[in-house]
């Protein structure tokens, strides 16, 4: 009994401390998107019940695997365009606790791969993921 509660313990201790990860994180991209005069991208919510979106998840891979991942962000980016009543071409998509952003904003796309790429730096999990593959410069490999 003594180790389930100190399982459950540590659970509770790790949530906590990725939430004010998370928070500390949000602050750090809004105090950049005010810097460059940004607007905030509008955030895809998940359900309650499923806090680190892995019904998302699940469902951007099975796009992926299927080759229709760019279907999915046009979707995504109409449903979201109806809730927020304008066109929306960027957003935030919170996977896992982390915040991954789908744009098809050709400015945005512009600043990525050209005119602010030293702004966008190399994130842990696309190193990981494409850093080998592609190289760690790579404009596939930048997160922000």
Known sequence: M???????WL????ISTRLVINKLEKRRIA?????????PAPTVTHASWDPLALAKLRR????AAAQKLP???????KQMSELHGFK???MNVPL???MTYFTSDPKNIQAVLATQFQDFEIGPVRAGNFGPLLGMDCVFVVEM
């Open 2 to 8: 003594a180790m389930l509660s100190s399982i459950l």
């Open 11 to 14: 659970v509770l201790v790790l």
């Open 31 to 39: 105090l950049k998107a005010k810097q460059l005069g940004c607007l």
């Open 60 to 63: 951007l891979t099975r796009a």
């Open 71 to 77: 279907n999915y962000v046009v979707e995504r980016e």
């Open 88 to 90: 929306v071409t960027t």
């Open 96 to 98: 896992l606790g982390s």
